[in-house]
């Protein structure tokens, strides 16, 4: 089975269930086992056309007589190997990364090396590498059977605060004594926090007023403020992390740091329905850049080599994980109307920023 929905028009789904096919050389057939869902995903989906996500699991034809445009959202998840035409891929192994709300997932196994297997399929070629790489979970150091659901749901996203905290750090914070984060309540943007609190460094999220008690009792923001109050930020030499993507918000801690920001650095845009006046020509202060994380992967590769990198990251993962299951809730969603469920109330926003959603097409939920 695989889940479709109608790009930009959210509430629209269907279940496709296309005819099995016989493997070709190298191809390798995958059983979808359980995936996380947030609002990361609904990003996908939202800018799917502008960055490419769509064409990673092209969808089925339409039916005669429909001109809609369906697509596949991407997810997270793990995976298990249930045939394989590859000498270098076995039945039975386990893969996490990329995958689409299916059931199943046939690839075609390129480069396999000890740690991951590349998806060389035709329609991959000149999308972005970092996403056509399944990680074997037998060799993969971030890899805990009892983690899982955490790894499925967090781990993409840490994987980005790592490396923005080691970008900062790795240039003394350019001098500023704190880093102010947008959406502090989103995952990127707390695991970014859990890093630079670690680290000593004075954090402040800006968030609404409705989860800014909560990100005040995780305990890694030394000052939590709402989107409208920027003009009590202290005017201490800054940096600031834009997560949420809101215009006016950038614009208003621009005008209140002015000169005393060495670094806008631009991440997400969890705020994607958000219509903000103007852009960033009006901006005081240094222009807005966008993080560019294969970038900050390729220096540390060269600096310390792969496996260092991967073993740093793989231990302040485990490190960050402890530290979530301490606030973080889950619950899993069986089934497709509940998965298409899932979608849409995360589509509406206002989800539980403690609140963390697996799921599985399985009608029964996966141990």
């Avoid at 991407?74 to 190997?81: I, N, S």
């Amino acid at each position: 089975m695989d889940l479709e929905v109608a790009r930009g028009e959210w509430e629209r789904w269907r279940a496709v269930d296309p005819a099995p096919v016989a493997l070709g050389e190298d191809e390798v057939r995958l059983r979808v086992d359980r995936f996380g869902f947030s609002s990361n995903n609904v990003t996908y989906a939202v800018i799917g056309d502008m960055l490419r996500y769509w064409e990673f699991f092209p969808a089925s034809p339409p039916e005669p007589g429909d001109a809609t445009s369906w697509g596949r959202v991407p997810v997270w998840g793990f995976a298990d190997v249930v045939e394989s035409a590859s000498v270098d891929v076995a039945v039975g192994e386990r893969l996490f990364g990329f995958l689409p709300m299916s059931t199943e997932l046939v690839i075609r196994a390129g480069r396999a090396d000890g740690s991951t297997v590349s998806d060389v399929s035709p329609h991959r070629a000149g999308l972005a590498g970092a996403y056509n790489s399944l990680r074997r979970c037998a060799a993969d150091p971030a890899w805990r059977a009892d983690r899982e659901d955490l790894q499925m749901l967090l781990y993409p996203l840490f994987f980005t605060s790592y490396l923005i905290d080691d970008f900062l750090a790795d240039q003394d914070d350019l001098g500023a004594s704190q880093v102010v984060v947008t959406s502090a309540s989103a995952k990127t943007s707390i695991g970014l926090a859990h890093r630079l609190h670690q680290r000593g460094r004075r954090v402040v999220g800006l968030t609404s007023p409705g989860n800014a008690a909560f990100c005040r009792s995780l305990g890694v923001y030394d000052e939590v403020l709402h989107y409208d109050e920027a003009d009590r930020l202290d005017r201490a030499p800054s940096v600031l992390v834009d997560v949420a993507g809101d215009q006016d918000v950038v614009r208003a801690v621009h005008r209140r740091l002015d000169a005393g920001l060495a670094l806008s650095l631009i991440v997400g845009d969890t705020h994607w329905d958000h219509e903000a006046g103007g852009g960033p020509a009006d901006l005081p202060g240094p222009a807005p850049t966008f993080f560019f994380a294969p970038g900050q992967v390729a220096k540390r590769s060269q600096d310390w080599g792969e496996e260092e990198l991967g073993r740093r990251m793989a231990q302040a993962w485990q490190d960050y994980a402890g530290w979530v299951t301490g606030w973080l809730t889950l619950r899993h969603a069986a089934g497709p109307d509940a998965v298409i469920e899932v979608f849409r109330t995360y589509l509406r926003g206002g989800v539980d920023p403690g609140l963390g959603t697996t799921c599985t097409l399985s009608e029964q939920p996966t141990p």
